[in-house]
């Protein structure tokens, strides 16, 4: 499948650390079948509500086909645990704990090390306006995590990505801006 072109690629661009935040986060667990098991979605299932969203869950599938053999790091924090434990689902919270162990041991592994701690706290609340209290705790520690992009599934914090790329230097992408810097390279991970 092909997913217009809009972002342009090269192999520096492709995103190596990779915050996924809680809508992200969720659509991996609520999906799985879909994403890994190519299991159909029924007319009901409630991503049909966003306009974008089937474009994005196949981008997330793709990106999830290759996530074996490229060198991604998706990176969760002690904050991204809080918003998932507000939801009340103890399933999603356990998914949630064992995606950030998964982490952990990358971050362990990592010859990458993280030096955006000084970073945190950057995100003034007046520059940023826009950003909601959580969206700005999960984006400074997206930074004190040297992460390189921020990888949601909401459709409102992206349209103000070139404001936080230039501010901030972090990229905000949906997944599928993410497959975009990444479709020209994905035969290498195959």
């Not at 909601?132 to 390189?148: N, Q």
């Amino acid at each position: 499948m092909h997913i217009g072109h809009t972002t342009k690629s090269n192999f520096e661009n492709i995103p190596r650390r990779i915050f996924l935040d809680s809508s992200t986060l969720q659509t991996l667990q609520d999906y799985g079948g879909f994403l890994y098991e190519n299991e159909s979605l029924t007319p009901s299932d409630r991503i049909h509500r966003d306009a974008r969203g089937i474009q994005k869950l196949d981008a997330l599938r793709f990106i999830m086909a290759v996530t074996e053999r490229a060198q991604f790091e998706f990176a969760l924090s002690e904050n991204s645990l809080f918003e998932v434990q507000k939801r009340g689902d103890l399933s999603y919270l356990n998914w949630a704990y064992d995606v950030l162990d998964h982490w952990r041991a990358c971050l362990t592994e990592s010859e990458r090390l993280i030096t955006g701690a000084s970073l945190v706290n950057r995100i003034d609340p007046t520059a940023f306006g826009y950003l909601g209290t959580g969206d700005r705790v999960l984006l400074e520690d997206a930074l004190s995590l040297d992460c390189d992009t921020f990888m949601t599934m909401e459709n409102k914090l992206p349209k103000n990505a070139g404001h936080i790329k230039k501010a901030l230097g972090i990229r905000v992408f949906t997944p599928v801006e993410v497959w975009e810097a990444l479709r020209p390279w994905a035969g290498l991970f195959r």
